[in-house]
């Protein structure tokens, strides 16, 4: 069974930055996609940023320049890092790993900016 952990999330003043890591542990292909999302309450959950195995990244416009996707596949972890953080980016951000018709998610951490 596959399990994600997130951590890193917390209170941070605009314009700060923070770091969120997801550990992977348990029988994962290592030909897969990893993502990170964040859902605002009342929201639908929204994609920020994606990593795929093979070495390719993608990011939604409203984080291009601030945010930072990365992984470890030896420590199989996923990274991202976040800068410049805005107001709008307080939500609760969640770890995705897909492959072949597999999906999982983790349980989400918390990240609120305050101005």
């Known amino acids: 069974q596959v399990q994600l952990v997130e951590s890193g999330g917390g209170l941070v003043q605009a314009g700060g930055s923070l770091r969120l890591s997801c550990a992977a542990s348990g029988n994962i292909n290592p030909a897969n996609v990893m993502n990170w999302y964040r859902q605002i309450p009342g929201k639908e959950r929204e994609l920020v940023a994606s990593?795929?195995?093979?070495?390719?990244?993608t990011y939604q416009d409203f984080v291009k320049g601030r945010f930072t996707i990365s992984r470890d596949n030896y420590q199989r972890t996923l990274y991202l890092q976040m800068n410049s953080l805005k107001s709008e980016d307080s939500a609760v951000y969640y770890c995705n790993l897909r492959f072949a018709k597999n999906e999982f998610w983790g349980q989400g951490t918390q990240v609120t900016v305050f101005s």
């Open positions: 990593s795929f195995s093979v070495g390719a990244t």
